[in-house]
């Protein structure tokens, strides 16, 4: 009798990694779920655990994604933005940066207002990607007149 009780003691931690194991999952579904229904507006869209960001012709969306939505969303017209630059959280630019754990790379953005933004991304590769994207389309819509 002793023995299978400690037997089934010793499976109750494994019942709980389990468990959370399957929540954890369910939570990301919902959150990549509410990320695809937000995405649809954009023609150019990314998701990652840091953070969601979405272009539209010359505007910029980006925000937190959560299991009710994008939260926290900010917003810039790429005609605003004078500078597009990849760093990290080490950089000397970004000493006030607050990042999510584990995030070191960052889009920055810096406004007419010499305002600056910060877009997490967990990927250093994607991230690049992103920025000379954001480039063309910054110095396109520079030599188009705006009405």
């Known amino acids: 009798m002793l023995a299978a009780m400690e ?18 999952g369910w939570n990301e579904y919902r959150k990549l779920e509410a990320y695809k229904l937000w995405a649809a507006d954009f023609e150019r869209a990314k998701y990652d655990i840091y953070a969601a960001l979405g272009q539209a012709g010359e505007t910029l969306v980006w925000g937190r994604p959560t299991r009710g939505g994008i939260q926290a969303a900010q917003e810039v017209s790429l005609r605003s933005v004078t500078a597009i ?4 959280k080490d950089s000397p630019a970004a ?53």
């Open 7 to 24: 037997r089934g003691l010793l499976w109750l931690p494994l019942l709980g990694l389990f468990s959370w194991l399957a929540w954890a």
């Open 85 to 88: 630059a990849l760093s990290s």
């Open 95 to 147: 000493p006030g940066v607050s990042s999510p754990r584990g995030c070191d790379v960052f889009l920055e953005l810096t406004l007419a207002t010499d305002e600056q933004c910060w877009i997490p991304f967990t990927d250093a590769e994607l991230a690049l990607r992103w920025q000379n994207l954001l480039q063309s389309l910054r110095e396109s819509l520079e030599s188009t007149p705006h009405p």
